[in-house]
C-alpha cells in the first residue's frame, strides 16, 4: 500500500447524497407551486423529467458544450416541456428555489462523517468538485461537511472541470505536493477516475450501486466504510 499524503473527495454522489436531496426539493417545489395545474400531471413525470434533463445538461457542462448561466437558464424550460409542462408558466424565481432547498439539504452518504473523523487525523483532507462555488460551500454547510477539508477546490474557480486535469494540477499546485501522494475518491467514472488517471493520481471508485464501468481504478470500494480497510 502506498502511503498517501492528501484525500480528494468529489462531493455530490460521493458524501453528499446528491439524490435524497434533490429529491425531497423536487418533491417541496412540485406541490408549492401546484405543478400538476399547469401541466404536469404527476410527481413521478416531473422527477423523470428533471433526471433526463438535468443528466444531459450536466453532461454538455462537463466538456464545455454549456456554461453554468446557460445551465441554470434552460434546466426548468426544457424539464417542463419534457414533463408535459408549459415552460413559460415557470414562475420567475423557480431554479433559484430550486438551488436554495437543495443547498440546504442535509443528507450525507451512510459513514460520511465518520469516515472523515478517522481520515482528518491521519491526513489531509480535500474537496474537488464541478460543482458550484456558491451551491457547493452551502451543502457542505447545511450538511455538516464543512470543517473537515483543508482546500476546496471547484471547476468554476479553477477554469477546468473533471475529467480535465489541469484541475487536478490546480490542486497539486496549491498544496505544493506531487500526484504519488495523493488519492482521489469519487463516483464518477469519467470526471472522477479517468481524470485522477489523467493527472496521475490513485483512485478509488465509490461504486455503491455496483456498475460496470471499462476503465481499471486502482481501488473500488461499495461503501465508505471500506477505506479504513485501504488508508
Same mark, same amino acid.
Given at each position: 500500500?502506498?502511503?498517501?499524503?492528501?484525500?480528494?473527495?468529489?462531493?455530490?454522489?460521493?458524501?453528499?447524497?446528491?439524490?435524497?436531496?434533490?429529491?425531497?426539493? !423536487?418533491?417541496?417545489? #412540485?406541490?408549492?407551486?401546484?405543478?400538476?395545474?399547469?401541466?404536469? /400531471? $404527476?410527481?413521478? &413525470?416531473?422527477?423523470? *423529467?428533471?433526471?433526463?434533463?438535468?443528466?444531459?445538461?450536466?453532461?454538455?457542462?462537463?466538456?464545455?458544450?454549456?456554461?453554468?448561466?446557460?445551465?441554470?437558464?434552460?434546466?426548468?424550460?426544457?424539464?417542463?416541456?419534457?414533463?408535459?409542462?408549459?415552460p413559460e408558466a415557470i414562475p420567475v424565481e423557480f431554479e433559484e428555489d430550486f438551488m436554495q432547498r437543495t443547498s440546504s439539504?442535509?443528507?450525507?452518504?451512510?459513514?460520511?462523517?465518520?469516515?472523515?473523523?478517522? !481520515?482528518?487525523?491521519? #491526513?489531509?483532507?480535500?474537496?474537488?468538485?464541478?460543482?458550484?462555488? /456558491? $451551491?457547493?460551500? &452551502?451543502?457542505?454547510? *447545511?450538511?455538516?461537511?464543512?470543517?473537515?477539508?483543508?482546500?476546496?477546490?471547484?471547476?468554476?474557480?479553477?477554469?477546468?472541470?473533471?475529467?480535465?486535469?489541469?484541475?487536478?494540477?490546480?490542486?497539486?499546485?496549491?498544496?505544493?505536493?506531487?500526484?504519488?501522494?495523493?488519492?482521489?475518491?469519487?463516483?464518477?467514472?469519467?470526471?472522477?477516475?479517468?481524470?485522477?488517471?489523467?493527472?496521475?493520481?490513485?483512485?478509488?471508485?465509490?461504486?455503491?450501486?455496483?456498475?460496470?464501468?471499462?476503465?481499471?481504478?486502482?481501488?473500488?470500494?461499495?461503501?465508505?466504510?471500506?477505506?479504513?480497510?485501504?488508508?
Amino acid at each position: 500500500m502506498k502511503t498517501y499524503q492528501h484525500i480528494f473527495f468529489d462531493l455530490d454522489h460521493t458524501l453528499w447524497d446528491y439524490d435524497r436531496n434533490v429529491t425531497e426539493s !423536487l418533491s417541496e417545489l #412540485y406541490e408549492h407551486y401546484q405543478l400538476k395545474a399547469i401541466g404536469i /400531471e $404527476s410527481f413521478e &413525470k416531473f422527477f423523470e *423529467s428533471f433526471h433526463h434533463v438535468n443528466f444531459q445538461l450536466w453532461d454538455w457542462y462537463n466538456v464545455g458544450k454549456i456554461d453554468k448561466d446557460n445551465l441554470r437558464k434552460e434546466r426548468f424550460p426544457r424539464i417542463f416541456s419534457h414533463a408535459g409542462g408549459k415552460p413559460e408558466a415557470i414562475p420567475v424565481e423557480f431554479e433559484e428555489d430550486f438551488m436554495q432547498r437543495t443547498s440546504s439539504k442535509p443528507h450525507v452518504f451512510p459513514y460520511s462523517k465518520e469516515i472523515l473523523h478517522y !481520515l482528518k487525523g491521519k #491526513y489531509k483532507i480535500h474537496v474537488i468538485t464541478n460543482g458550484f462555488n /456558491e $451551491s457547493q460551500a &452551502k451543502k457542505m454547510k *447545511s450538511s455538516g461537511l464543512d470543517g473537515f477539508f483543508e482546500l476546496i477546490v471547484t471547476s468554476e474557480t479553477t477554469g477546468h472541470k473533471k475529467p480535465d486535469p489541469r484541475i487536478f494540477q490546480f490542486a497539486l499546485d496549491q498544496l505544493k505536493t506531487e500526484a504519488e501522494h495523493c488519492l482521489m475518491i469519487g463516483d464518477n467514472p469519467d470526471s472522477d477516475i479517468l481524470g485522477a488517471q489523467r493527472a496521475n493520481i490513485d483512485q478509488v471508485f465509490f461504486n455503491p450501486e455496483g456498475k460496470s464501468i471499462d476503465l481499471q481504478p486502482t481501488y473500488t470500494i461499495a461503501h465508505l466504510r471500506e477505506l479504513e480497510d485501504l488508508l
